[in-house]
């Protein structure tokens, strides 16, 4: 069954801190990737997606993702987090083939908080 | 540019009885698909529809249903609920464009603040 998984549950940084989220999809395939941040009270927003192309794409706010395709990865990366970075973050997987009817099949999520 | 927007906001509800929840998608957006997010866990794909039509189906029950109208609104319904139903309901929309017989899978998603629906 077409899955993701997002590695970590929490994670606890201080500002400027570097961060890596990984997420990892269960088979190959054409993929398209996204990662989604759902801050405190509000709704889940696009940050980044890979359609193709360049494996390492730019998003909003200083985020960038790495897709691996050898290792089914799309990790996602900050140099230098802040304290407004804290928030979820939702790796998303959309199959063009299969059954999953190319909608979004999400991780768990991964909680980041960020300590001034 | 109004984003999508669901109501109700919050809603209480008892085992047994029947919900609607409602969608309006971005203005120009003609697919609209419903996730169901459980405290701790990602969004779960229910439905998706485009063109009023059904063009995918989650792993869910036929307790739940949905259809979506000419001015691509769209309504979640939910029957005889129970306690697990207990979960934030969100609502996505996105271009849709159709091109050989599937919906264009290069249209991101985008959300609205959902409904928190809570089963006593």
């Known amino acids: 069954a077409q899955s993701v998984s997002q590695h970590n549950h929490h994670v606890i940084l201080s500002e400027a801190a570097s961060l890596e989220l990984g997420c990892n999809y269960s088979?190959?395939?054409?993929?398209?990737l996204f990662w989604y941040v759902q801050y405190p009270g509000q709704h889940l927003q696009l940050l980044l997606k890979y359609f193709s192309g360049d494996p390492l794409v730019k998003g909003i706010k200083g985020f960038e993702a790495e897709f691996i395709k050898s290792k089914f990865s799309f990790n996602l990366r900050k140099p230098s987090v802040q304290w407004s970075d804290t928030a979820e973050y939702f790796c998303?997987?959309?199959?063009?083939?299969?059954?999953?009817?190319?909608?979004?099949?999400f991780g768990k999520g991964t909680k980041l908080s960020v300590k001034p | 540019d109004a984003g999508v927007t669901q109501s109700p906001t919050h809603l209480i509800k008892t085992r047994g009885q029947h919900v609607t929840l409602r969608c309006s998608p971005i203005s120009g957006h003609k697919s609209v698909s419903w996730y169901q997010q459980v405290l701790g866990q990602g969004p779960q794909f229910i439905f998706q529809?485009?063109?009023?039509?059904?063009?995918g189906r989650g792993n869910f029950p036929d307790r739940f249903s949905a259809r979506q109208f000419p001015n691509y609104s769209s309504e979640l319904n939910v029957n005889a609920l129970l306690l697990g139903d207990s979960a934030l309901y969100l609502c996505?929309?996105?271009?849709?464009?159709?091109?050989?017989?599937?919906?264009?899978?290069?249209?991101?998603?985008?959300f609205g603040d959902g409904t928190r629906l809570s089963i006593l």
């Open positions: 998303a997987v959309k199959w063009k083939n299969g059954g999953s009817q190319g909608n979004l099949i």
């Open positions: 088979y190959g395939g054409t993929v398209n």
């Open positions: 529809y485009y063109e009023k039509e059904e063009r």
């Open positions: 996505a929309s996105s271009l849709g464009v159709l091109g050989g017989g599937a919906l264009d899978s290069n249209q991101p998603q985008h």
